[in-house]
């Protein structure tokens, strides 16, 4: 592999572990254990006391000191390190991209716009911190955060896909384009549908008046029925793909990530299930939203995958 391709996919790689720190913040109720941004407590380094913290400054800004936690604090700190390393990392995969702006000017677009996008969800958390985590702006946060994977995962396509080896059959590819097009629009769907459900046990998170943790999840209301309900036409949707795959003998790559596709999806359910009558235990909700990073990655893959097929085959002389 030359440089860019290692970059795309360290890149690609560290995003998703960003996604897995996040998801970390979120169940530990730490989204606020630094109140400000881009500070933390008035500091560009977390204090190792509250007496290092300046409180006129808290003063200004509205803080209450007795929000002050050095484990979420730590968390969220966290959090933004990794941030600011994937932002480095963003830009390096544009500066590595440059040299494809006539070979292959989409990398080079791919790359600049994951550099805009890099940015607008830096800038988003900035957001949620100073909104007091407001509901909206998280669920724009995640989902500016799957963008960003899925433009990173396209750049790395383009630049690895000579090494991945295509087996569809002329007769079929068109079909898989619609399928495989139709059933990330439905997982990115659920995926929103699981943002509501989050946002609404967040505020249970942040204090949850004396309820108990495994009762959350019956004052969640109508959107959580929609989002286990939805649940069946995934499954649907991923088994007739499945089915479609097999039925033409399609194997190789493209056959594998179809199988991986309906792994995660079970696992999904699974974990679902575990959060819905559990308890909502914090590895599982953890493990939830990793996989479903990991669901949007596969799936997206099929379209990209589907797509370069017709490419390859309407391009072929003869």
């Given at each position: 592999m030359n440089t860019f391709q290692k970059t795309a996919i360290i890149t690609l790689i560290a995003t998703l572990i960003l996604i897995a720190v996040g998801s970390l913040v979120r169940v530990s109720g730490a989204g606020l254990g630094c109140p400000d941004w881009p500070r933390c407590w008035g500091c560009w380094f977390p204090p190792s006391s509250i007496e290092e913290i300046d409180a006129g400054y808290l003063k200004e800004k509205g803080i209450s000191i007795e929000d002050f936690n050095p484990t979420k604090m730590w968390i969220?700190?966290?959090?933004?390190?990794?941030?600011?390393?994937?932002?480095?990392l963003v830009l390096a995969t544009f500066f590595r991209a440059l040299p494809y702006r006539q070979t292959e000017p989409r990398i080079f677009w791919g790359a600049l716009l994951a550099v805009f996008?890099?940015?607008?969800?830096?800038?988003?958390?900035?957001q949620v911190v100073?909104?007091?985590?407001?509901?909206?702006?998280?669920?724009?946060?995640?989902?500016?955060?799957?963008?960003?994977l899925c433009v990173l995962?396209?750049?790395?396509?383009?630049?690895?896909?000579?090494?991945?080896?295509?087996?569809?059959p002329n007769h079929i590819h068109r079909r898989l384009i619609h399928l495989s097009t139709l059933l990330f629009v439905i997982i990115a769907l659920q995926m929103l549908l699981g943002t509501q459900v989050r946002e609404a046990v967040d505020p249970y998170i942040k204090n949850n008046a004396g309820l108990d943790r495994s009762a959350w999840m019956t004052t969640i209301g109508w959107i959580d029925h929609i989002h286990r309900s939805f649940t069946w036409l995934v499954i649907a949707a991923v088994a007739f793909f499945v089915y479609t795959v097999y039925k033409h003998n399609i194997h190789g790559f493209f056959r594998t990530l179809t199988y991986t596709n309906i792994v995660l999806i079970i696992a999904q359910t699974i974990f679902g299930i575990l959060l819905a009558y559990g308890g909502l235990p914090h590895v599982f909700q953890v493990l939830h939203l990793f996989s479903a990073s990991l669901l949007i990655c596969a799936t997206f893959a099929l379209v990209l995958l589907s797509r370069q097929q017709v490419t390859d085959q309407t391009s072929t002389p003869g």
């Open positions: 969220e700190y966290i959090n933004r390190l990794v941030g600011v390393t994937i932002g480095l996008l890099v940015g607008f969800s830096g800038w988003l958390g900035g100073q909104s007091g985590l407001k509901p909206g702006m998280i669920t724009l946060h995640m989902v500016s955060a799957m963008m960003l995962l396209y750049v790395t396509f383009l630049a690895v896909q000579s090494r991945v080896p295509l087996s569809i």
